[in-house]
Each structure stands twice: as C-alpha cells, then as structure tokens.
C-alpha cells in the first residue's frame, strides 16, 4: 500500500495562474482532507470530503476549489494563485466514523493519514 | 469553538534529556486527543492518541495522559534522542454525534524538537 500520494512535490507558479493538487489513497477511506500548513500557524482546513460525491469548507476556503472525483482521489484547485497561497498542501484521509459509546457520553477517534506534502511557491 | 494551545519553541535539548512539550484544549464536548510527529521533508504521522479522560497514549517512548480536569494533554519522554528531533503537533478530535459526517482535527501550531548529541 502507497498510502497517501500527493503530486506534485514541488510547484512554482506566477500570480494569476491557476494549477491543480492531486492527492490519492489506497485505504479504502471514506474521508479526505486538504490542509495548508503556515510556519507558526500550524495546519489549517482548507476542505474536507466526508464521503465520495460530498464537499465542504473548512478554515480557508477562499481562493481554493475541490473535486472528490471518485473515492480514491481528492483534488485542490487555486484557479488564480496570490503569493498569500504560498504553503506547504498536505492531503489526509480517514476511514471515518469511529464511535464508543461510553456511560457518560460519546467516544471517538478519527485517525488521519497524511501525504508527503506539495511545497508551492507563488511570485 | 474548539481549540488547541501548544508551547512554543523551538525545544533544545541535549541527548538523553526528559522533554515535556505542554499542550492545552479548549472543547464543548468529549474530544479524542492526539499528538503528531513531522519529520523534516516529510507529512505527518500519528504519534499516540487517546480517546477518554484518564487514557493514557503511548508509543516509541512517548507518552502523553488525557486530562479532563486540567483539560491537558502533556507529551513525555523519559530520555530523548537525535532522532526525535523533528514538529510535535497536538490536536483534538471534534466528534460529532451518531449519523454526524466525518471528525475534523484542530491542530495547535506545533512544536520544534532540536536534539543535540
């Protein structure tokens, strides 16, 4: 199993021109996500897919679009890249729900695995 | 909302030293907590994890204690070495009710582990 992949590693583009993120998994998950990672911001939810054929907005959205085309891949769109796109993207996924009930409540745990990371850089 | 307050660094240490990298949350409902590790040049891995108050997670020497009185998830290691050095990030788990769409995480913004021989 491969995991995660994510193409490309590494992306110079000029402001105003546009690319896509791809981002594959072989788990059989049924969740994928997009974060940017910031230096001193930690990693922030640009989109997330809960399930094949559904999308929905995380911390970031603005200035990104997203395709869950099938179950395995999820894409991320910059239709006119600014400098302040400028991150390192890392795709995730998850296999989903996972819930204990407990006597007081609910339990759960949602582990994501991530990708490699694409380095963008936009002047 | 939800959030996740982690101590900055960058954290020196020499070998063989203990490190503690403190880690607050701020949550409504019953979290999983977790702790990640990013190696340099690479995504991040799940460390340990743990899902209930009094859980303990643990792996590779690390160990971290679910708080929910002091709402805390502290990381621990006893004795550190060169290959620990690498971005510690805490995170929680917002969970959603049964039928709820998928769990978001909330990271903090990480921590740098430099460990000297």
């Known amino acids: 199993n491969a995991g995660v992949t994510q193409t490309p590693k590494f992306q110079v583009l000029k402001t105003g021109q546009s690319m896509t993120l791809q981002c594959a998994q072989d788990?059989?998950?049924?969740?994928m996500y997009w974060y940017r990672q910031d230096p001193g911001m930690g990693l922030r939810l640009i989109y997330y897919?809960?399930?094949?054929?559904?999308?929905d907005k995380g911390e970031v959205p603005n200035g990104y679009n997203v395709s869950r085309l099938n179950k395995r891949e999820f894409s991320l769109r910059l239709e006119s890249a600014a400098p302040s796109q400028t991150s390192v993207y890392f795709c995730?996924?998850?296999?989903?729900?996972?819930?204990?009930?407990?006597?007081?409540?609910?339990?759960?745990?949602?582990?994501?695995?991530f990708g490699p990371g694409t380095r963008l850089t936009v002047l | 909302g939800d959030s996740v307050t982690q101590m900055e660094g960058p954290v020196t240490l020499s070998e063989e030293a203990f490190l503690t990298i403190n880690c607050t949350y701020t949550?409504?409902?019953?979290?999983?907590l977790f702790w990640y590790v990013q190696y340099p040049g690479e995504g991040l891995q799940l460390l340990l994890k743990?899902?209930?108050?009094?859980d303990k997670g643990s792996n590779k020497g690390f160990e971290a204690t679910y708080r929910k009185e002091t709402t805390s998830f502290h990381l621990e290691k006893g004795s550190v070495q060169v290959s620990d050095s690498a971005v510690y990030f805490c995170?929680?788990?917002?969970?959603?009710?049964?039928?709820?769409?998928?769990?978001?995480?909330?990271f903090g913004t990480g921590t740098l582990l430099a460990v000297q021989p």
């Open positions: 995730a996924s998850s296999g989903g729900l996972h819930a204990i009930a407990m006597g007081n409540g609910l339990s759960s745990y949602n582990e994501q695995f």
């Open positions: 788990m059989n998950h049924n969740s």
């Open positions: 897919s809960a399930s094949e054929g559904t999308t």
């Open positions: 949550a409504t409902g019953y979290p999983s």
């Open positions: 743990a899902t209930k108050a009094d």
């Open positions: 995170a929680l788990s917002d969970p959603p009710l049964y039928g709820g769409a998928t769990n978001k995480l909330i």
